[in-house]
């Protein structure tokens, strides 16, 4: 396959799995406590570059919002600018050093939700809520979602890795 076909396609895939896998968590009762639009996100860091990484980060919240009416504004910007950070630090990570996947993994998601934190104090703000306790409940809210992601990802992404459609990806700089 053409590397910017590839590039095209899974970039589609993981923005479609970041919409589909919301409403499966919804249907199923898990609800957004598992960060469900995290993972596919996440897991294009492993397969794509940054600019890539970033058009899906911001993508995935986008069109689950147009499809679904969900994350409803202003939680969509928060999300949209989350998500970029988590996927390009994924891809980052993952293609410059030499950290295991859980590693990688772990940094994005620590640096996303640094930037959650940031980010959900101004929410607040807008909601009425006082910034420090809307930064300390959004981030709190997704630890169990961190946490299941932590534990189960690094397996994933192995498993993927050695998918022929995956196996072409080129390290990029």
Known sequence: MNPRTQKITLSAMFVALGVLF?????VTGLGAVFLPMFWPVAAA???LPPLSCVLVGVATPGLSFLLTGMPPPPV????????AVLAVTVS?????????????????LVTSRIVLFAAAGSLGSFLGIPPR??????????????????????????????EPVFMRRKKHA
Request: net charge positive.
């Open 22 to 26: 919301p409403l499966l968590f919804h």
């Open 45 to 47: 860091g492993f397969f």
């Open 76 to 83: 969509l910007q928060v999300m949209a600018v989350e998500l």
């Open 92 to 108: 980052l990570a993952h293609s410059r050093t030499g950290m295991p996947v859980f590693g990688v993994l772990l940094l994005g």
């Open 133 to 162: 306790f809307a930064s300390f409940a959004y981030v709190a809210k997704g630890l169990p979602g961190v946490l299941v992601m932590l534990a189960i990802a690094p397996l994933l992404v192995g498993r993927l890795k050695r």
